[in-house]
């Protein structure tokens, strides 16, 4: 499946290599243009390992770290196969990165991580983050996590993510000394504020809504799949009794003595069978948290949008308020009522020097505003633009995924039906010899 | 307290009229009996109970059969007094004893119950099925609710045709009284009834305190079962109650989760037909497990409560036995202590003998009585016990494999549901891909 991806993004990308290079991508021969990382370079997360330290505060703390592993294409393509380039990276570096690419591409859909804290957790699953199960959920997620944005035809080219890759010590001070952090901060800031834009971009609105559907519609679907997990465990478990009682009953009966008791060896199995059902599931409620997650990051790029229009809308708002004041003071003319307007009727008008210098800085005022007003328009195009163009690629990707996952489900639907058969018809031939 | 307080007249209660058309009965029988009333062998009975879901009870003993009994149309009865429900007893028989083939009347629970206590009266020993209870406290359902009265009618049912292919149950003269009058409220007047169970209880409470000389070992081992037979029943029934329970819940969260996938599917594209899809397969599989529920609780569950009641019929009718026994040997007792009087009395004084041994004489028959009684008593318990054993085990492994079955048909049900829907997702797809291509 990632492969088809590849081969349909790499088309779409050579329209963005221009751009990329602008953006902190790899000014490197080795690269070819227009290609994505992830058909140079094979990527795993391979292991997941615990590990002991002292933490930013001296406190010891244990975490689980990842072994990424890499290994060059081409060398793979030409039969060698080289051992991987490894090394190991915590969560908390996975997020680091991400949240990088996102202020670095306000306009991309920037593939989520796994989640940080086990949700949707039914009664006996564990919210343990050092859980062995959860460590290896985690572990496929990340990976996940890396191919989608190794395969992106904007996010592959980034150079943050190369080192994420190649430079185990110091790829963190080098995020840092981006200075990305100050710009999500003020991003951040900003919105949070609450604006509201006078002609907001029609299908960016619709993709917004959309977005805030998508959320609420898989947690739904994922909360009351966590109940149904949780109340089908209890059903096979409690057939666990009947193991038990058809053994003791087995033991003071004669005839009936054999078919009860293998009758009940298969009650145990069929309790047991459940746990591996109920895991597998959860991987179908990974795909689901995925997109959970996903639609975070469309009304994120939506929202960003927005707020560059509101900038924009706010610059031009400021243009035409200070061409106004120039024509007022050029004409004398007071069109809209404003103080100085009134203090000037009132006490009488400026020396016509003062009202030279005044118009001089305001036709100075007024030439950057329209170069203010023409770059961010260009900006807001240019983003709404990029931001279409990453959206309809999402929802290609997401309805392939879905769909998949959808039947991926049915598969495992029909694997506990046949599991379920076989046990129950196993039952039954031991009643027919009761 | 010794036998001797309990009233001699009581004791010959117990050979009423009744008494002696079953006891005649009863002897036919007992000859026949090395543990083993009926003419065909255990093995050749568990044959002919093949796996028939409708006539099972009829076709249970069907060898001598000739009273067909059915229980049903259960009607209100309101009176100033009080409310009941009646039931439709249709009885149809070639027995030479009744008068005519057919006869409609109609039974309250009170009759059952009449009918039931003359029985275990006149056939201290013999097992007999239980019948439903008077009420459930536990599920908290109103008499008059209607699955309440569906299911005492079909325990009801069952408990007739039971009786009536027992080989001497059938023969009760109560039990006939039970089919053929209009009115029963005279016959209930009739007989010891009160009394004798009064009197019951007394020897009951008289015997305790002695306890039993000696126990034959069949006997004790037979006590031994049913204690551990009544422990195993409770807790089958007890897990299948749960599991009841639990497919319940799980049932309602599957009626929660799929709806979740058609509000998707309402505000997606290319995804709205496989959301919706496999919507309706949740939905289906929601529908299947509530008639998997269902047959769990219409052929299981009643089938277990039954024996559980079962199990304590069998503790009752050991004690019953224990009780005769008890009441042999104090008699027996009492004499052995009488004849050395005996001895002493003629030695000092010649008047009177005559008196005493006429006592003694007296005596001594009644515990030749007892004694047959006590013969008689073990007799018909070996045998009902042999027939009890065939009857439970057939009853229980037909019960858990319909219940097998059924799981399996759920299960078969659901695949099939998934399957297709996987089918037209497949189907989907391919003309996607083609699509794709051809573009």
């Known amino acids: ?434 | 307290m010794s036998g001797a307080t309990v009233p001699a007249d009581i004791s010959g209660h117990m050979l009423d009229l009744d008494e002696d058309e079953d006891l005649e009965v009863f002897s036919k029988n007992t000859s026949l009996a090395d543990g083993n009333p009926m003419p065909n062998s255990p093995d050749s009975m568990v044959n002919q109970f093949r796996l028939d879901e409708e006539n099972e009870e009829e076709q249970q003993g069907a060898i001598n059969k000739d009273i067909f009994v059915t229980v049903d149309n259960p009607e209100s009865h309101i009176s100033a007094i009080e409310t009941f429900i009646t039931y439709r007893v249709v009885t149809r028989t070639t027995c030479s004893e009744f008068d005519s083939s057919e006869y409609e009347v109609r039974r309250r629970y009170q009759d059952f119950l009449w009918l039931k206590s003359r029985l275990e009266e006149n056939y201290p020993t013999l097992i007999i099925h239980p019948l439903p209870e008077k009420f459930v406290m536990k599920s908290m359902v109103e008499r008059f609710n209607d699955d309440f009265i569906e299911t005492r009618r079909k325990a009801l049912h069952r408990f007739l045709n039971r009786i009536a292919d027992h080989p001497i149950l059938s023969c009760s003269h109560h039990f006939k009284v039970f089919l053929t009058e209009e009115e029963l409220a005279p016959h209930r007047k009739l007989g010891p009834g009160f009394l004798s169970r009064m009197s019951e209880t007394m020897r009951a409470m008289a015997n305790s305190v002695r306890g039993l000389r000696s126990k034959l070992e069949e006997f004790a081992v037979m006590q031994a079962y049913v204690d551990d037979f009544s422990n195993k029943m409770c807790s089958v029934d007890k897990v299948t109650n749960r599991i009841i329970k639990e497919h319940r819940e799980y049932m309602d969260e599957l009626k929660q989760y799929g709806p979740t996938y058609f509000q998707w599917a309402e505000s997606e594209e290319l995804l709205a037909e496989p959301l919706k899809g496999v919507g309706s397969c949740v939905e289906r599989c929601s529908k299947e497990t509530e008639e998997q529920i269902q047959h769990l609780s219409e052929v299981l569950v009643p089938t277990l409560h039954e024996y559980v009641l079962c199990a304590d019929t069998l503790k009752a009718v050991m004690r019953r036995r224990d009780n005769i026994q008890a009441e042999f040997e104090a008699k027996n007792e009492a004499l052995a202590s009488r004849t050395t009087d005996k001895e002493m009395a003629v030695a000092t004084a010649t008047g009177g003998l005559n008196d005493k041994e006429r006592e003694s004489k007296k005596l001594q028959e009644e515990v030749d009585d007892l004694a047959d009684r006590v013969e008689q008593a073990n007799n018909a318990l070996r045998g009902d016990w042999s027939r009890w054993r065939t009857s439970m085990r057939a009853d229980l492994k037909s019960a858990f494999i319909s219940t097998a079955a059924k799981n399996v048909d759920y299960y078969e049900k659901c695949l099939a549901v998934w399957e297709s829907f996987l089918l037209s997702q497949r189907g989907e797809s391919m003309e996607q891909r083609n699509g794709a291509d051809a573009s």
């Open chain 1, 1 to 434: 499946r990632m492969a088809e991806d590849v081969k349909e993004e790499s088309v779409t990308s050579n329209d963005e290599s221009d751009l990329a290079a602008s953006d902190g991508s790899l000014n490197n021969t080795m690269l070819t243009e227009g290609s994505c990382l992830l058909r140079r370079m094979e990527i795993s997360v391979a292991e997941a390992e615990k590990r002991s330290g002292k933490n930013a505060v001296s406190i010891q703390e244990t975490y689980t770290v990842y072994l990424v592993e890499t290994r060059p294409m081409d060398a793979i393509a030409e039969g060698h196969n080289p051992p991987p380039d490894s090394l190991w990276r915590r969560y908390s570096e996975f997020e680091l990165l991400r949240n990088y690419l996102i202020v670095t591409y306000p306009y991309i859909v920037v593939p989520p991580l796994p989640e940080k804290r086990a949700e949707f957790v039914w009664h006996k699953l564990s919210a343990d983050n050092m859980d062995p199960d959860f460590v290896e959920r985690r572990r496929i997620g990340l990976e996940n996590f890396l191919l989608r944005v190794a395969s992106h035809p904007v996010l592959s080219n980034n150079e943050m993510l190369y080192h994420f890759l190649t430079k185990e010590h110091g790829w963190k001070e080098m995020v840092y000394e981006t200075g990305f952090q100050a710009k999500a901060d003020s991003r951040l800031r900003a919105l949070s504020a609450t604006f509201r834009v006078r002609s907001p971009h029609k299908r960016l609105v619709e993709m917004k809504h959309y977005s805030d559907g998508l959320q609420s519609h898989t947690s739904q679907l994922l909360r009351a799949r966590t109940r149904v997990a949780d109340r089908l465990y209890a059903v096979y478990k409690v057939h666990g009794n009947y193991g038990r009682v058809f053994s003791e009953w087995s033991a003071i009966e004669k005839e009936m003595g054999d078919g009860l008791q293998s009758a009940g060896h298969h009650m145990d199995a069929y309790a047991a069978s459940v746990d591996d059902i109920l895991e597998e599931e959860e991987h179908y409620a990974d795909q689901l948290k995925e997109y959970l997650s996903y639609a975070e990051a469309v009304r994120a790029v939506c929202r960003k949008h927005e707020l560059s229009q509101f900038e924009l809308e706010m610059a031009s708002q400021d243009l035409i308020s200070k061409k106004q004041q120039r024509e007022e003071l050029a004409t004398g003319i007071v069109r809209t009522f404003s103080l100085k307007g009134m203090t000037n009727k009132l006490f009488g008008q400026e020396a016509p020097e003062q009202r030279d210098a005044k118009l001089n800085l305001l036709e100075e005022l007024i030439a950057e505003g329209e170069e203010t007003v023409k770059e961010k328009t260009a900006e807001c195009d240019e983003h709404a633009e990029k931001a279409w163009a990453d959206i309809v690629r999402f929802k290609d990707q997401k309805d392939k995924d879905l769909q998949e996952a959808l039947i991926n489900y049915a598969l495992m639907q029909i694997s506990m039906c046949k599991k379920g058969i076989q046990v129950w018809s196993n039952a039954k031939e031991c009643f027919l010899k009761m």
